[in-house]
T-cell receptor
Framework: ETGVTQSPTHLIKTRGQQVTLRCSSQ?????VSWYQQALGQGPQFIFQ???????GRGNFPPRFSGLQFPNYSSELNVNALELDDSALYLC??????????????FGPGTRLTVL | SQKIEQNSEALNIQEGKTATLTCNYT??????LQWYRQDPGRGPVFLLL?????KEKRKERLKVTFDTTLKQSLFHITASQPADSATYLC???????????FGSGTRLQVQP
């Protein structure tokens, strides 16, 4: 069973640029959530995808968008990057039923730095 | 608005002692509460889940309590070891939306 993987591990961008982060969910998991974690803070929910549809969104502007593919992998896109977007971006996969329902399995994260 | 508070100051304890971490919340009626461990530069790792109708849950050296009247959870690590040193995150969830609301975490340092 493969865990959640994310790419790239680190990324440096400048203000105004666009970025795409990628996530492969744990085998068999059909739900993917994205979180932003600023230094010294807990993760903040960005949005969740279930069967390729957005299934809930946190308090993030529309320039944060996402996709989920038929194999349940996912992308997070951020347009018009701002300095405050510098953070660790975490992807988490989960199931909608079964004994591990409600557990979120996190990837190692992508560290984004915006200069 | 919903607020989750964890002790922002690091907790330093001696090896072998019991570590107790606190999670308080306001303006929230969660269906369940979870605790995660996070090491520097890594994603959180799930430890325990406790539901609103449960008072206590145990797993090996870990114990979680959940008091919905006080709006508080306590997380205990007994016989703590230096390898337990990490940041511990409390997260609340509800049945309608599987997204989690996290606290900012408490850093635990176990001294040998």
């Amino acid at each position: 069973e493969t865990g959640v993987t994310q790419s790239p591990t680190h990324l440096i961008k400048t203000r105004g640029q666009q970025v795409t982060l990628r996530c492969s969910s744990q085998s068999g998991h059909n739900t993917v959530s994205w979180y932003q974690q600023a230094l010294g803070q807990g993760p903040q929910f960005i949005f969740q995808y279930y069967r390729e549809e957005e299934n809930g969104r946190g308090n993030f502007p529309p320039r944060f968008s996402g996709l989920q593919f038929p194999n349940y992998s996912s992308e997070l896109n951020v347009n018009a990057l701002e300095l405050d977007d510098s953070a660790l971006y975490l992807c988490a996969s989960s199931l909608t039923s079964g004994p591990t329902y409600n557990e979120q399995f996190f990837g190692p994260g992508t560290r984004l730095t915006v200069l | 608005s919903q607020k989750i508070e964890q002790n922002s100051e690091a907790l330093n304890i001696q090896e072998g002692k019991t570590a107790t971490l606190t999670c308080n919340y306001t303006n929230y009626s969660p269906a369940y509460l979870q605790w995660y461990r996070q090491d520097p530069g890594r994603g959180p790792v799930f430890l325990l889940l406790i539901r609103e109708n449960e008072k206590e849950k145990r797993k090996e050296r870990l114990k979680v309590t959940f008091d919905t009247t006080l709006k508080q959870s306590l997380f205990h690590i007994t016989a703590s070891q230096p390898a337990d040193s990490a940041t511990y995150l409390c997260a609340l969830g509800d049945t309608g939306r599987r997204a989690l609301t996290f606290g900012s975490g408490t850093r635990l340092q176990v001294q040998p």
